[in-house]
């Protein structure tokens, strides 16, 4: 059974910071691997999807990367700013694109 | 704008009642699963419908139950709502359920979700 771990919980930088968000998870056959981004009493709104041989995926200020031997996966974000505040979330699908999704990092960017 | 429509957007429901939360998915999209996400929690994976057939469950009660339409409609039913139910219900899209491979691989787009409190 797929286990995702998300860590920190919460995190509060100064904007303009560069940051890295950690997720790990414990069953590595795994062919891709999404990250999300989720406004408070919102949706989610998918950010970046790294198929297995990917190592990194772009977008923008964004930066995923995948490392399915240790079964880890950061989400990078460079020169952060206050419209970057949200909650992060990194999901592994199982068989047929059901997600297993992590418990979330809270991220406040301060101006 | 995902192209992922919910209803409604907040209901309050009380205990031992039944509620139908609906979804709209993208145009072509075989594929439909409902989440449940508490407050402060991930979403958690309740059943996954393709075609208009249910071909995957997470661990929820058979008072769960769902329902995909041919017009790319589909609908989440709770029978004995129970206090605990209280939760953002997500519907999500894709093309596809295959993702095997590693050129595959879909991006699944997710509605804003409904509110139900359970009082």
């Known amino acids: 059974k797929q286990e995702v771990t998300q860590i920190p919980a919460a995190l509060s930088v100064p904007e303009g910071e560069n940051l890295v968000l950690n997720c790990s998870f414990t069953?590595?056959?795994?062919?891709?691997l999404q990250w999300f981004r989720q406004d408070p009493g919102k949706g989610l709104t998918s950010l970046l999807l790294?198929?297995?041989?990917?190592r990194e995926q772009t977008s923008g200020r964004l930066n995923a990367s995948l490392d399915k031997s240790s079964g880890r996966s950061t989400l990078y974000i460079a020169a952060s700013q206050p419209g970057d505040s949200a909650t992060y979330l990194c999901?592994?699908?199982?068989?047929?694109?059901?997600?297993?999704f992590g418990g979330g990092t809270r991220l406040m960017v301060k101006p | 704008e995902t192209g992922v429509t919910q209803s409604p957007t907040h209901l309050i429901k009380t205990r031992g009642q039944q509620v139908t939360l609906r979804c709209s998915s993208q145009?072509?999209?075989?594929?439909v699963s409902w989440y449940q996400q508490a407050l402060g929690q991930g979403p958690q994976f309740i059943f996954q419908?393709?075609?208009?057939?249910?071909?995957g469950r997470g661990n929820f009660p058979p008072r769960f139950s769902g329902l995909q339409f041919p017009n790319y409609s589909s609908e989440l039913n709770v029978n004995a709502l129970e206090l605990d139910d209280s939760a953002l219900y997500l519907c999500?899209?894709?093309?596809?359920?295959?993702?095997?491979?590693?050129?595959?691989?879909?991006?699944?787009?997710f509605g804003e979700g409904s509110w139900l409190t359970v009082v």
């Open positions: 999500a899209s894709s093309l596809d359920i295959y993702t095997w491979g590693e050129s595959s691989g879909n991006t699944i787009y």
């Open positions: 069953d590595s056959a795994i062919y891709n």
């Open positions: 790294i198929q297995s041989s990917q």
């Open positions: 999901a592994a699908p199982n068989a047929g694109n059901m997600l297993t």
């Open positions: 145009s072509g999209h075989n594929t």
């Open positions: 419908y393709y075609r208009e057939e249910e071909n």
